[in-house]
């Protein structure tokens, strides 16, 4: 049985983080507070309140040094800058570990990520569904298999509003391919297909942005010979599975000594 935890939440007000506090609710862990934008309506509120429940004796603060206050876990799915400064202050605070889905690192943001994995555990992904990290295995073992004379081409689907293209989850996809192939990411990526001069280069992996509505996420990894095609697909139908991935990421990570993780280290696969 795992032991129950405090969880602290950042962005707890936002639709992502209520889905969080709530998972975490449901779960049987503690929240021990949550972070919120400096003039945000909701600081100050009891986090139950926030998510229409009753309150759960933990609150909304400006900043993550009150929120993170007495956690075993921060879970974090905001902003690269709030990320890596909560980051870098965890460990004075005795958080154990902390969840990461927050998406649009650049290379040095990564390697700051890295660095703060020496002193906590971090499970970083571009998704925590346990269905998308499915599909990631597979798409490995089919780039290993079927060869660099078979095109791949991933195409993503999100909400209006999301900011950064292509999705993180896209992005982990195409790793996961780049990897089956043997090679890194920023080796095989193609850039955009736009202009006269757009054909494209075989070997490569190319990549495909929509942003309509309010899709939750749909990820698709077509691989195309000559003669055939296969396609891989995933596609989300409640927000609640990120967050019932990032807690289970938590249960796990609470355990483990200081490093840097993802969700094939969660789940075994």
Known sequence: MTSRLNIAVAGCAGRMGRQLVKAAHEAGHALSGGSEAPGSSYLGQDLGTIIGLEPLGATAHAGMTEAGKGADVWIDFTMPSATL???SMLPTLGVK??????????DGDLAQIKTASERIAIVKAGNFSLGVNLLEALVRQAAARLGEDWDIEILETHHNRKVDAPSGTALMLGEAAAEGRGKPLNALRSGPYDGPDAKRKPGQIGFSVRRM???IGEHDVTFGSDMEIVSLSHTALDRAVFAHGAIKAAEWAANQPPGLYDMSHVLGV
Do not use: C
């Not at 570990?97 to 650049?106: K, L, P």
């Open 85 to 87: 400064m909560a980051l």
């Open 97 to 106: 570990a902390a969840i990461v889905g927050t998406t649009g690192f650049s």
């Open 213 to 215: 509505g309010d899709v």
